[in-house]
T-cell receptor, first 114, second 116 residues
């Protein structure tokens, strides 16, 4: 049972345009959401996060939107740059006694075309 | 630079031959995780340590064991690797804190395991 779903395995965007990566989740216990970026031959690196008490978090070119009622979040990258080409993992977290259990989606491979 | 290091980066073993993957960290984080990731799939949590407390996921096979001799090191032991255990194994750390506190995980580069 995939609790975090990224239904688009890949996405191609022109440089300078907006990239929108989507993620859906099913477990209402998740209350913290993260996006990780992964380059080939490297481990995932943290990109941006959002708490369930918010509906938007922005960090430079990256913005994450959360729609709790729809159990949906999205990552917007504006403007997209060739260096953004990577696999993006959506992750959802639930906290229990200081321990975070993180569930990952399958990833979306973003290609930014110069 | 503080980081999460995994050795080796590539490991080849034979069917049924025990193998150990290692992870070390300089972040002094109290939580360490092991994930298994197969091609085009989500990283799957195998187990984690919160300090010395070991927590196994319910669906992690008994074939997978882990040791954490100190804060800095964590090992993944696969007692009898099968062909289905070929995957990328990711180690991650996190600064665990009070309930309700969230932090991001820091990942190592992974170890690619091949089973012949």
């Amino acid at each position: 049972d995939q609790q975090v779903k990224q239904n688009s395995p890949s996405l191609s965007v022109q440089e300078g345009r907006i990239s929108i990566l989507n993620c859906d989740y099913t477990n209402s216990m998740f209350d913290y959401f993260l996006w990780y970026k992964k380059y080939p031959a490297e481990g995932p690196t943290f990109l941006i996060s959002i708490s369930s008490i918010k509906d938007k978090n922005e960090d430079g070119r990256f913005t994450v939107f959360l729609n709790k009622s729809a159990k949906h979040l999205s990552l917007h990258i504006v403007p997209s740059q060739p260096g953004d080409s990577a696999v993006y993992f959506c992750a959802a977290s639930a906290n229990s006694g200081g321990y975070q259990k993180v569930t990952f989606g399958t990833g979306t491979k973003l290609q930014v075309i110069p | 630079d503080a980081m999460v290091i995994q050795n080796p980066r590539y490991q080849v073993t034979q069917f049924g031959k025990p193998v150990t993957l290692s992870c070390s960290q300089t972040l002094n984080h109290n939580v360490m995780y092991w994930y298994q990731q197969k091609s085009s799939q989500a990283p799957k949590l195998l187990f984690h340590y919160y300090d010395k407390d070991f927590n196994n996921e319910a669906d992690t096979p008994d074939n997978f064991q882990s040791r954490r001799p100190n804060t800095s090191f964590c090992f993944l032991d696969i007692r009898s690797p099968g062909l289905g255990d070929a995957a990328m194994y990711l180690c991650a750390t996190l600064r665990g804190g009070l309930a309700g506190a969230y932090n991001e995980q820091f990942f190592g580069p992974g170890t690619r395991l091949t089973v012949l």
